[in-house]
């Protein structure tokens, strides 16, 4: 999502809705300094795939650098993937941002919706049922 598309999703926000939107978002968006952090003293075991939400690739660098330890090349193969992963991490956090920013708007969207459900009246079907006369 660029600039554009985010000024489009502020734009038909109120107020109130902003506020809850930037606050949201300032609290979970990921930073790519803690990610570049994260992979500078604790890349030989991935933690920093676990801060950019890829649990499975922090299990798997895991791996490489303690069994490879025994014959020596996995430590070298982690340090390979942690200088590939200097390239990748500004484009995955800018995935996980954007992701971000379109699921908060949907919630908000989506309560604003039930809000205004909530808000009308309920209205009671009564079916026309007719009994048969008795006299």
Do not use: W
């Amino acid at each position: 999502m660029d600039i554009m598309d985010t000024f489009y999703l502020m734009k038909n926000l109120d107020e109130s809705e902003r506020v809850i939107f930037q606050f949201e978002y300032g609290k979970q968006k990921k930073n790519a300094g803690i990610a570049y952090v994260l992979l500078i003293f604790l890349g030989l075991f991935g933690i920093h795939k676990l801060y950019l939400e890829n649990k499975i690739m922090c299990v798997v660098y895991t791996l490489i650098t303690i069994l490879g330890a025994f014959i020596i090349i996995g430590p070298f193969i982690t340090v390979m993937l942690c200088i590939i992963d200097l390239f990748l991490i500004p484009s995955r956090i800018e995935t996980l941002n954007n992701t971000l920013e379109k699921s908060l708007y949907d919630k908000i969207i989506n309560s604003r919706a039930k809000s205004q459900v909530e808000e009308k009246p309920a209205t009671y079907y009564e079916p026309s049922i007719t009994y048969p006369r008795q006299y």
